[in-house]
Every structure is written in structure tokens, then in C-alpha cells.
């Protein structure tokens, strides 16, 4: 596949280095000349300076054949620019970030249809989403949702508390239909079997239906109470939208803490129910003075992954109870387990799944990464693919994958080893990686 | 070219002021024409009293237009508005004086200026014991001056104030902007002309409603001026009182209440406009204020127990509270006495007024209602020093220089009314006549309690009080800022822009 990735700072690089890990053909634009000259070593990609929004220059790179073009530079109107002409110039898919909720709003159709750009991610806004279904589902520091919302997979802790730890997961009692498919330990993600017995500290990742993930969770966690009071540290692009989902979400107050205070005067514009507070620091004192010990959630998402870090970590300290912070840069990561902090949001992870589901080709419809390369996807079984007529537990074997749960017909369904796949069934599954080639040849007929 | 010359005395610009002023005039010597030919129909000897002023004023007020037509472009500077505006409407209720006092209505020209001013600036507060003996043209004519500068403050605040330019906005109408200073059209004149549509109609049926619901046509000409333009005057000595007709009270009720409604909101909503969410929430805040007012004043009155069934009791309490919240000033029932309760609920309503760029004086309901949240916010700020707090009514946000602005008003606003009640009783009114008389001035309403209550006129009121009551209600006409800045030795200064 021809991808052609424009702007290479750090969701660029990312991406770039994701797919020719997927032995993909990547070529890099990016209008600074010394960054190019930098960025070249470090990626297995063709890098090239010039302007990703001429048309002529497009057309030089090869925009004509590419299968794909990922528009990801700091600018909404470049990349709305660069994917219009490489649509024109034939390219197959286009995926242009745009990070101004003015231009497009939640309503992506104007940009799909009018347009003709398949994917407008913002990727702030979509990590403000996600962090705020992982507040909403008590007892999880991550949840994502699959198959128009019908099928939830969740995150979640395991403290002393759980009635998992050590005791061999087929043994758990079932509170509802539900399945623990895997769980990340030390950054990596494994897939479980029955007879496997968590530890305290591991990530549980359990699938369910939508109505039924909040009892499974709160079970799993051991006891998991209803947040009450969200203190957001940083007003930024993530923080306001954040602020927005919650503040429609019923009985929950919340708090946004701003260090700039002509920036939190705009977000006091922008929402209705929140607190703002104009709070320079980020010093124990500080949170300790907005109640943050009491506080059900705390969500760190300035624009500095450093603050982030120290003010979760504060508001660990100080007792807060569920820790989110925001880390955009990559090197960063490791550090959230280290210091207890729940769990870290990305929004280059979110661009990232945005573009791998395009890469994926038209089955794949919903895509979750997790740490150390795992990827829970939602994929769709074309009539005639070769999982068609198998059980579970020979796609299951044959692909390396672990079929989660199907959705048929609108019903959701925790399959058992023994059921069959029908074509047109949509699934939600959990590979660790070998499985990605596999993926495709199973359940694509055309492969 | 747009500069003053003179280094001397205030830096005006008199090429912009005298058209604007010419212009009000002009409107002026229209009415004092038609007042003219009103008089030569009733042969009732008033006719020269009309026609002399209308021949003098209508020919120099055209001149003065005219000087002013080549200048259409040049940019109106705060300094200019203020003064302009205020003399328009000084030298609007200088001139209407003049047929009350060349009729000998009044000897004293104090007393001329009083009722020509209570008329420009739609109060309502007459000195006249008598009303019925006046002749037909005289009684219009006061009914005109209502008419006149009910769709004079309205263009003036809807149209002009928002067109021109930041600095006259901010200072003139800082407050209100964000709800008034929203352009209903890009061109002023457009909107004036729109403004002037929407008068009209709003006259033309009630016309019809007053002649439907039992008045004679003259009766019905002369209330729809002064009810729409929220003025009070009437051609009864009993005012709406003397028909004795609940018909004639609901249509008076409506269009006391169609005068108390922001122009630019019949604009937004016949256009069908999403957003008029303000002004929406102003008008919904002022029904409101009349249901609960109304309800908790039938409430005193049953409680009173003084012989009045429930229908009479609420009859009585709709009417006194529109009438009063809306700063008309039509009497049916003599309020004044009433429980001491009501008649001081009454008076504090007095203060809210009707919506922002209507025909009604007060300080407006969309005020009260930044002031009302302003100041919760002050209290909340004690609580939390670091939040960061926004003024919005129904997800409209208002600036910070809105807030200190609300405040700034609401604090000259009580100014005014204790400096003017301490003056009003250095003139010998007892506590209740001087604080009322002050209140029905300067929120334009027309009857107080005591001494200027609703049965009785302000004649109780000593000739420098009267000079005092008619500067009260021009300053509350034109929110006191207006008025009030031409009072700083600033604005005297010469050579600043």
C-alpha cells in the first residue's frame, strides 16, 4: 500500500513509523527542510521537503496512485487543503486532521460527502470522549466502544479489593454475559485463558454488551463508586471538550483549572455548568485548595505531558480518586505506571487508530490500540471469507486472534468456543499483533 | 473638515448636531401642524396657538435637516451623541411647551415645560386638575408627545446607538449592549424605517382594538399613543378608570405591555430568527415579573380583606402592575390606597421597567436581571477567589465591561434617586411624596404615592420642584449616562476628542 503522510511532528512520525512497520511504502512531506533532514534517519520512509497543499507538488510525490493520504500537520487548513487535492488528484482514501470543531463539528458527513475526505480526525477532542466514557463507567480507567455502540470494551484496575486476584479467571462468577480476553502487565499486552490468575496491579480487559459492561466492571474492580466531583487540569484542546461531555452527564460536578488567565476566561465562555478557576500552579497547596482530595477523578490534560504527570501524581498523592493523565509524547509513557497513575490518554494513539482502521481496508470499522502494540478491532465477515461456517475457536487458532464478541443482527453475543461465524456478523476482536496479517485473509473475502 | 474650529468652550461639532436636533424638530412642528388642523376642525380657539409655533419651528427645523444632508457619512463621535440627543429632546419639550402656554393651559413656563417634557419622555405625570375641560387639540397634542418620544427613544437606542461606532456604544449604552446594540439591519436609516413599520402597525391595531372594545375613535387615537409608547397620559381626568370597561383594561394591559417589549424582538421574531435567545429571555423575565407581581399584589389585596371579590381583586392588581412595571401610568384603581405592602411593592416595581430598547423607562428588565446575577456572582466570589466567572443570560455571554457597567448604573441610578429625594423634601415634601415623586420621574412612570399619587396631579409640587422632576425625567429617559456626562467638567473641556 502507497501511504503519503503530511507533516511529520509527532502524530506524522508516529504514523509513519506504524505502517512501514507494516511494511507499507511511506512517504513523508513536511514544509521544514531541517526537520526533514533529521526526521530521515530515524524512518524506514522516503522524506521530502516541500508543501503538502500544492497540488503540483502533490502530484510530483505520486498523490495520483497513493492508497492512502494522512494529512496530520499543526495546520486545520493545510491539511483540509492537502486531502481536497489529493482527492481530486485520485487518491484512494484521505484522512485530514482538523482539530477546530468550527469547521466540521461532531457532523463529519459534509466533509465526507461534499468533500470527499473519508476521515476528519480530531484527535483532542476524541481523547476528550474517551477519557470521558472512562470516568462515566465507574470502576474502568479506559472503555471503548464497538459496533455503533452496542459492544463496550473496558479497562480496569485490579486492586485488593477485586475478587479476581489470584483465583483462575474461568472461576469468576459471570454477573452478566462477559468476557476477560487479556490483560497488560508491565506495558504489555497478553491474551488469557482460563486457567490464568491475575495479580494485583494488571489491567483486566473485558468485553461485554453496552448495557451490561457497568455491573461487569464494577465487579472486576471490586467496588466502584459513581464519580461525583471531575477536576480538569488544563483548559486546553482537550480539557474544554472534556468539560462539555461531562457537564451534560447527569450530577456530576465539575472543575477546570486554567493557568492563563485570559484562556480561562474564554473557557468560562464555553461552558455552562463548570467551575473555572484561574490556578497558576500546580503545587500540592494549589490542588489541596480546590478540593482535590475529594475529588472523584482527575483528569490532567495541559498541554505539557511534565504537568500532567506531577499534577496526577499530586492528586494520587493527595488522595483523588481516578488519575488520568494525558501524555502525548511517547517516551513519557512508561512513567504513568510508575507512578500510579491510572492510566495515560493519547492523542496521538487516537489519530493513530483513526488511520490504521482506513489502512485496514473497508472490513475493519473500529480500532482500539493497546500498550506494546495489541489492538482490540471491530471487523465485519464477508460472505464467503474463510472464517464463514467455523467455530470460535478455530478462527481463533487459525488467526492468532480471540473473537471477543459478535454482534448479529443487532443482538450482541459472548460467543462460546463452540459457536459458528456467520457471514455479515460483526466481531470484536482482540489480536496481539502476529495476528494482523491473518486478520485480513480471514475474514476478507476478497483475499 | 469634521472638526470644530473653536478653541473655546466645548469641542462640539455643530455641522452634526444641529441636523439631529433639526430632525427631532421636524417631528416635533409635524405634530404641532397637525395639532393645528385639529383646532381649525373643533373651532375651539386653539388653532393659533398650534400654527404659530408649527409656522416658526417647521421652516428652520427643514433648514436645519438640510444642512446636515451632505454630511450623511461623517462618523458621530460619543461627545456629539450625548449632547445631540440630549438637546433633541430638550428643545422637543421647549417647543411643546409652547402650545400650552400661548393656549394658557399654564401661565408659569415651568409648568408648560413639565407637561411637555412628561410627554417627550413618555412619563405621564401631568399638573393639570382638569383634563377634561382642555380643548380636543390640546389633549392630543399631549397624547403625540408620547407617540413622538415613545418611537424617539426606541430609533434612538435600537437604530443610532448601535451604529455609532464602539466608543459610543460603550459609554452610552455599555450596559444594555449585547442585547440592544445588535444591528437589526446594516444601514441605520434601514432600521429606523423598520422600526418606524413596526410602531405603526402596532398603532394601527391598537387603534382598532380600543374603537372595537367600546371607545370612541378620538378616545382610541389618543390611548394608543400614549399605551404603546408606554406615556400614561389620557383624555379622562379619571384615565382608564373612566370607562369602566375590563375590554378597554385587557387592550390597554396588551399594548402597555407590546410598548415594554424590545423593538429589535418583533424584528427576530418575524423574521423567524433562531436567535433572539436574549431578547427572548428578557421579555419572558419581564411576563414573568408581571404574572408573579400581579399574583402576590391580588394575594395583599384579598388578604386586606376591604370588601373587593377575587375578579375585582385581580382585575385591579393586573392593571396597576402593568401600568406601573411598564412605566405607563393609566389609573383605574387609586392605588395609593392600598396596604402599605402594596403600594411600596408597587413602588420598588416601579424601578424594574420594561425590556431594553422599548418605549418604557426604568432600569430595564434584562439589567435587573445581569445585576441580579452580577451581584450572586460577588457573593459566590468569596466562597471561590480563583473562579472565573461569566455573565450570561440563557448562554448569551456579556463582557466584563457590561458587568461594571450594570453596576456603574445601578449605583448612579440610586445616586440620583437619594440626591433627588433629599431635594424633593428641601422643597417641602413630606418622606412618601419626595421619594415617589422621584421614583415616578425618573423611571418615566407618571403617578407616585401621597401627594402625586394616582388620583392627584403634581400641582402639590413647588415650582423648583417641578424644574427638578422635569430633569429627572429626562436623565431617566436617557439612562442617566447620557445626560450625566454632559455634567463632567471633561466634556467642557475644549480640544479633547
Known sequence: MRVIVIGCGEVGQHIARTLSAERHDVTVIDVDAARVEAIQGELDALVVAGNGASPKFLREQGAAGADLLCAVTHSDEVNVIAALAAHQLGARRTVARVRDSEYFGEDESFARDELGIDFVINPERATAEDLAEAILLPGAVHVEYFADGKVAVAESILTERSPLVRQPLGTRRIVRPSVIFGLIRDDRAIATDPGHRPKIGDHVLVAAAREDIAPVVAHIAGRAERVRDVIVFGGGRIGVPLARFLESARGLRVTIMERDADRARRIAEQVSDTTVLHEEGVSKDALLAHGVDRAGAFVACAGDDRANLLAALHAKQLGAGLCLSVVSREEFTPLVDALGIDAAFSPRLVTAEAILRAVRGPNVHGMYLLSGGAEVVEVQADAGCEAEGRTVAQTNTQALTHVTAIVRNGKVVIPKDDERLRANDRLVVFNTRQGVAALAKTFDAAA | ?497
Open chain 2, 1 to 497: 473638515m469634521s472638526r470644530a474650529r473653536g478653541r473655546l468652550g466645548p469641542n462640539l461639532n455643530w455641522q452634526i448636531i444641529v441636523p439631529v436636533v433639526s430632525g427631532a424638530l421636524l417631528a416635533v412642528g409635524a405634530g404641532l401642524a397637525l395639532c393645528f388642523l385639529v383646532a381649525l376642525v373643533g373651532g375651539d380657539g386653539a388653532a393659533l396657538a398650534f400654527g404659530g409655533p408649527a409656522a416658526v419651528v417647521l421652516p428652520l427645523a427643514a433648514v436645519g435637516v438640510a444642512s446636515g444632508r451632505r454630511l450623511r457619512s461623517m462618523p458621530l463621535r460619543a461627545r456629539d451623541g450625548f449632547f445631540a440627543v440630549t438637546m433633541a429632546w430638550v428643545a422637543a419639550a421647549a417647543v411643546g411647551a409652547l402650545p400650552f402656554l400661548l393656549h394658557e393651559t399654564y401661565g408659569e413656563p415651568v409648568d408648560a415645560f413639565f407637561e411637555s417634557m412628561s410627554g417627550f419622555s413618555t412619563t405621564g405625570a401631568t399638573l393639570l386638575d382638569d383634563i377634561e375641560a382642555q380643548p380636543d387639540a390640546v389633549l392630543l397634542w399631549r397624547s403625540l408627545t408620547q407617540w413622538l418620544g415613545g418611537v424617539g427613544i426606541v430609533v434612538l437606542v435600537v437604530a443610532i446607538a448601535p451604529a455609532t461606532g464602539l466608543a459610543t456604544q460603550r459609554v452610552f449604552y455599555a450596559e444594555t449592549s449585547g442585547v440592544t446594540a445588535e444591528r437589526m439591519t446594516p444601514r441605520i436609516a434601514d432600521t429606523a424605517k423598520i422600526i418606524w413599520a413596526i410602531y405603526l402597525t402596532l398603532t394601527a391595531l391598537g387603534f382598532t382594538a380600543f374603537w372595537l372594545a367600546g371607545m370612541t375613535p378620538w378616545d382610541a387615537i389618543n390611548h394608543i399613543f400614549t399605551s404603546l409608547a408606554t406615556g400614561g397620559f389620557s383624555t379622562r381626568n379619571a384615565s382608564i378608570g373612566a370607562f369602566d370597561s375590563l375590554a378597554i383594561e385587557l387592550v390597554a394591559i396588551t399594548f402597555m405591555v407590546a410598548g415594554a417589549i424590545n423593538f429589535s424582538f418583533y424584528w427576530s421574531a418575524l423574521r423567524g430568527r433562531q436567535r433572539l435567545w436574549p431578547q427572548a429571555a428578557e421579555v419572558r423575565a419581564l411576563l414573568l415579573i408581571l404574572l408573579a407581581a400581579g399574583a402576590v399584589v391580588t394575594g395583599s389585596l384579598l388578604l386586606a380583606d376591604e370588601g373587593r371579590g377575587v375578579a375585582e381583586s385581580m382585575r385591579a392588581s393586573a392593571f396597576s402592575v402593568v401600568t406601573v412595571v411598564t412605566g405607563t401610568g393609566y389609573t383605574t384603581a387609586d392605588f395609593d390606597e392600598w396596604p402599605n405592602f402594596t403600594r411600596l411593592l408597587l413602588l420598588a416595581l416601579m424601578f424594574v421597567g420594561g425590556c431594553a430598547g422599548s418605549t418604557s423607562g426604568g432600569m430595564k428588565v434584562i439589567r435587573v436581571m445581569l445585576l441580579g446575577k452580577a451581584a450572586a456572582q460577588e457573593v459566590q466570589r468569596q466562597l471561590q477567589p480563583k473562579a472565573v466567572q461569566v455573565l450570561r443570560v440563557r448562554g448569551r455571554v456579556f463582557s466584563e465591561e457590561v458587568r461594571r457597567g450594570v453596576f456603574a448604573f445601578f449605583a448612579l441610578y440610586l445616586t440620583v434617586f437619594v440626591v433627588g429625594t433629599l431635594v424633593m423634601a428641601a422643597f417641602g415634601l413630606g418622606p412618601l411624596t419626595a421619594a415617589s415623586s422621584v421614583v415616578a420621574t425618573l423611571n418615566v412612570i407618571g403617578p407616585g404615592l401621597g401627594d402625586v399619587g394616582a388620583s392627584e396631579s403634581y400641582a402639590a409640587v413647588p415650582d423648583g420642584g417641578r424644574w427638578v422632576l422635569s430633569a429627572l425625567m429626562l436623565i431617566g429617559r436617557l439612562e442617566i449616562f447620557t445626560v450625566l456626562v454632559l455634567l463632567t467638567p471633561a466634556f467642557w473641556r475644549p480640544n479633547i476628542a
